[in-house]
């Protein structure tokens, strides 16, 4: 058994939060493998599934992003998952975004949601960084507490989709074949986005304009002058 984790913070006013992108990811996972009977159990909103084969639990912790440990903890606990079972996604700063890479331990990198989660289930859980960008330091906080602007859709969108997809790469523990299949989603993506349309062509070619025609006197001085002219010719 797995257990996927997707941070975030809950509430209607964070739903469109960078900071909630574990959340989105986590929800893409579940449409893209008919979970839908999430339920409120251990501080957490989670469901069960199988994707692939592989039983697995879908958890959004409901307890605010700096107390997110509380909720892995307990349901790690009930369920028997040792932390290598678990899997956590969730937004990155320190990478561009668009960008995901998968690790296993390492610090929090000042993280509230990890540096909540470490001290509760260890540091040897798969962590799943979904880059939203870095807005500068004085930026920070508005940044990741702002929604995804609409341009962001471009990127965003396939790499959910992508993540739900492909997420049972990672459940069999090719990282790299599900960073891979990412990377293809969002390429994709721009360069739909950045090729410029082809200009309409019309199927009815124009009529070539035609040399207007000069009748020629039949009579009179002006024939009489002509025909000696190409009669000498």
Excluded: C
Excluded at 19 to 39: K, P, S, V
């Amino acid at each position: 058994m797995k257990l996927l984790v997707g941070l975030g913070n809950p509430g209607s006013q964070y739903e469109g939060n960078r900071h909630n992108i574990g959340f989105m990811a986590l929800d893409a996972i579940a449409r893209a493998h008919g979970i839908t009977q999430f339920r409120n159990k251990h501080s957490g909103s989670l469901a069960e599934g199988s994707i692939e084969g592989e039983k697995v639990i879908l958890l959004k912790p409901q307890t605010f992003m700096n107390r997110s440990g509380d909720s892995v903890q307990q349901v790690a606990q009930f369920y028997k998952i040792a932390p290598s079972d678990i899997v956590v996604l969730y937004d990155e700063l320190d990478l561009v975004a668009g960008k995901v890479r998968v690790k296993v331990g390492g610090g929090n990198g000042g993280h509230n949601g990890l540096r909540s989660i470490d001290p509760q289930i260890g540091l040897d859980y798969k962590r799943v960084r979904l880059g939203i960008g870095h807005p500068g330091k004085e930026f920070v906080t508005h940044h990741v507490l702002g929604d995804f602007a609409k341009a962001d859709r471009t990127w965003l969108d396939p790499l959910l989709d992508g993540i739900g997809k492909h997420v049972g790469l990672l459940l069999k523990g090719d990282d790299n074949g599900f960073m891979n299949k990412l990377a293809l989603a969002t390429k994709s993506a721009d360069e739909t986005e950045s090729k410029p349309a082809p200009k309409g062509q019309s199927h009815i070619r124009a009529a070539r304009p035609t040399k207007p025609q000069v009748e020629l006197p039949k009579s009179g001085p002006m024939a009489d002058m002509l025909k000696k002219l190409f009669k000498g010719q």
